[in-house]
């Protein structure tokens, strides 16, 4: 079935389902009795095949150009890529002047023969001059594909999905993305993203923003320690902010992955090389423990990214369990102090709780969001921690806690804070 959907300004989507069910609408095209384009007002197109052939091949070539602006093709086949069809789309995307958004997924289940199967696309680059957005996900690209992306002059933003069949061997430091903004990059493994990276040749001054998915529920340390390097190299201290970085979550049925002597788990040094930085927001989401980190850098990272606006370092429910593995919740006073501008906080451990936490000098007033794991919620220690945070982070209503089953639980300040009251009256 072949589906295509529009909309301009006047809104004609019914007239054009009206027109598609006229059985000689594509006789009158093919005729030549039908002079002016069909949709000259048209700025969005949607294009989704699932099965080539029907009414779509012969209505493409008449579709006006020159006003679209926003396009997405998607071609999903059980086998090889009709070579006419994919031709005609392609030129569909290259020869729309003012197009500023693409989107492009194609996918094919067959095994590529050579490079004869992989998809050229942009090969005149020069006449995509207002493409400002682009989201690629092919099975297969020419190594040619990647240099022409790199060499758009107005893209800012790309997401691209690269699999291990995506990736043509590319030459170490032969791109060059000279004006990207934001980079989102979706992997099956995390050794993609580093090769990915290390094709880069030459910084990314202007990116502010990456974000990388991997299809991996075990990723090891030592990876996420690489892309932090590649980032240092590739990316300007001034003007990159913001990290995110996500793993597959294990879904309620699986169990969680096994702990094994060459990956046992994380530690925040694996962002060491990015405290040259003034990241905003660093989030990272994993399926392993982090070790217990050392005040000593903490406050160091809390020193470098004294701007940060959020920190969430997720691990879904695995935290270990060990007595010695407690955190003294002292460890992320450092943020609190530091980082004027914090609205979110999210590092779960299994806390340490303390009648005498520091407030001199704490103003923690931007605080809204804060996640801190293993608390027990209307403990002792959750109603000295809600009368702390009273004080330091007056703006902060609620806050996340795991109880002893694993569940997160929201527990308001002031509920926490009149349990205070009842545990005194209590013992009065």
Wanted: aromatic fraction near 8%; hydrophobic fraction near 40%.
């Amino acid at each position: 079935m072949s589906t295509l959907s529009y909309s301009d300004e006047y809104n004609a989507y019914e007239r054009f389902l009206h027109c598609t069910t006229i059985p000689s609408v594509l006789h009158a095209i093919q005729s030549v009795k039908i002079s002016a384009p069909l949709f000259p007002l048209l700025r969005r197109l949607t294009v989704t095949i699932t099965r080539p052939g029907g009414w779509l091949d012969d209505l493409l070539p008449h579709i006006p150009s020159c006003q679209l602006q926003h396009l997405s093709i998607e071609y999903h086949a059980s086998r090889s890529y009709p070579e006419g069809l994919l031709n005609l789309m392609l030129h569909l995307s290259e020869r729309t002047p003012s197009l500023c958004r693409l989107k492009l997924k194609l996918y094919d289940h067959s095994d590529p023969v050579g490079d004869a199967q992989r998809i050229d696309i942009f090969t005149d680059s020069e006449k995509q001059r207002s493409l400002q957005v682009l989201f690629l996900d092919c099975a297969y690209l020419s190594p040619c594909t990647f240099s022409r992306i790199a060499s758009l002059p107005c893209l800012r933003f790309l997401t691209i999905r690269l699999r291990e069949t995506t990736m043509p061997e590319l030459l170490s430091n032969s791109l060059s993305f000279d004006f990207l903004a934001k980079l989102d990059l979706r992997v099956t493994q995390a050794k993609l993203a580093i090769s990915f990276f290390r094709c880069i040749g030459s910084a990314i001054p202007h990116v502010t923003h990456i974000s990388i998915s991997i299809d991996e529920v075990l990723p090891f340390d030592r990876d996420l320690g690489e892309i932090s390097y590649q980032i240092r190299r590739l990316c300007l201290p001034r003007s990159f902010k913001s990290l995110h970085i996500l793993f597959k979550e294990l879904a309620a049925e699986d169990s969680p992955p096994p702990l094994v002597p060459e990956n046992p788990g994380y530690g925040l040094h694996m962002f060491q090389p990015l405290l040259d930085f003034s990241l905003r927001v660093l989030n990272l989401s994993v399926q392993l423990p982090l070790f217990p980190p050392t005040l000593i850098y903490v406050t160091q990272m809390a020193s470098a990214w004294v701007n940060l606006i959020s920190i969430r370092i997720d691990v879904g429910s695995i935290v270990p369990f060990e007595r010695h593995l407690l955190v003294p919740i002292s460890k992320l006073v450092p943020f609190f102090q530091a980082c004027k501008h914090l609205r979110q906080l999210y590092i779960p451990f299994r806390y340490l709780i303390s009648d005498h936490l520091p407030s001199s000098g704490i103003q923690a007033y931007a605080l809204l969001n804060l996640g801190l794991g293993w608390v027990t919620p209307h403990s002792r220690d959750a109603v000295a921690l809600g009368r702390w945070l009273r004080i330091v982070a007056p703006g902060l209503p609620e806050i996340e806690l795991v109880d002893t089953n694993g569940d997160t639980v929201v527990c308001g300040i002031n509920e926490l804070t009149k349990l205070d009251t009842i545990m005194v009256d209590a013992n009065d």
